[in-house]
């Protein structure tokens, strides 16, 4: 486990203690979810103090503490859009390298 994945872990164990989740110490991981609410509040808690947002496409797939971990360790990887190829943009979409300037007294 390295240094990123020890303070995860840290992070979670207090998210745990605060939002009152009943877990085994051995297999916190596999602990699910009680009720909606608790889920709710448990993920709230790690949006808040983890820095980082759980896209609503994502929450069906959370159903235990092992699933929310595993989001949270897995790096975020944004593309630059100089680096997308013109196969992968919708057709109505074009990147324009120059910048466009008008003059400010045009109307």
């Known amino acids: 486990m390295d240094m990123h994945q ?3 872990c840290c992070q979670f164990s207090l998210i745990l203690s605060q939002v009152h ?3 085994d110490d051995n297999n916190w991981r596999e602990t699910k979810f009680p009720d909606l609410a608790t889920k ?3 993920l709230t ?3 808040s103090q983890l ?3 759980i896209p609503s496409s994502q ?3 959370l159903t235990c503490i092992e699933d929310v971990y595993k989001y949270y360790t897995t790096p975020v990887q944004r593309p630059k859009y100089i680096e997308l190829r013109p196969q992968s943009l919708p057709l109505n979409v074009k990147i324009v390298m120059q910048s466009i ?3 400010l007294n045009q109307t």
């Open 45 to 47: 808690s790690c949006i």
């Open 6 to 8: 020890r303070r995860k």
């Open 101 to 103: 300037k008008k003059p």
């Open 40 to 42: 709710f509040n448990f």
């Open 21 to 23: 989740l009943q877990v």
């Open 51 to 53: 820095n980082r947002d």
């Open 59 to 61: 929450l069906t797939y």
